[in-house]
């Protein structure tokens, strides 16, 4: 199981950045994904997924209204609409696969892991 996540990059506070998190050699179609960021000197967060089919989702709080987490099966990728971006949300981001959805992993880890992207938003 391979991931990859991509699309971070240096953006103004309310700047908008969209991540992809792209599978190869194998299909997210019975996979959730999760999107989890880690700041400097922070423990590692989880910030949205999503079930296999889109049917669930789930937002940590600071994000509710700002994120939004969609996925295109026929691609193999998973994407992180970031919108209004705050220099709070500046964290390496890092998407991760996991045969089961349920909050709790959403919260705290996932089977698979991908290399991150890193977000920085300026104030």
């Known amino acids: 199981v391979q991931l990859q996540a991509s699309g971070g990059g240096l953006v103004q506070a309310g700047g908008s950045l969209r991540l992809s998190c792209a599978a190869s050699g194998f299909s997210l179609d019975y996979y959730s994904i999760g999107w989890f960021r880690q700041a400097p000197g922070k423990e590692r967060e989880g910030v949205s997924c999503?079930?296999?089919?889109?049917?669930?989702?789930y937002y940590t709080d600071s994000v509710k209204g700002r994120f939004t987490i969609s996925r295109d099966n026929a691609k193999n990728t998973v994407y992180l609409q970031m919108n209004s971006l705050k220099p709070e949300d500046t964290a390496v981001y890092y998407c991760?696969?996991?045969?089961?959805?349920?909050?709790?992993?959403?919260?705290?880890?996932?089977?698979?892991w991908g290399k991150g992207t890193l977000v920085t938003v300026s104030s």
């Open positions: 991760a696969a996991d045969l089961y959805y349920s909050e709790y992993d959403c919260k705290h880890g996932m089977d698979y």
């Open positions: 999503i079930s296999f089919n889109g049917g669930l989702t």
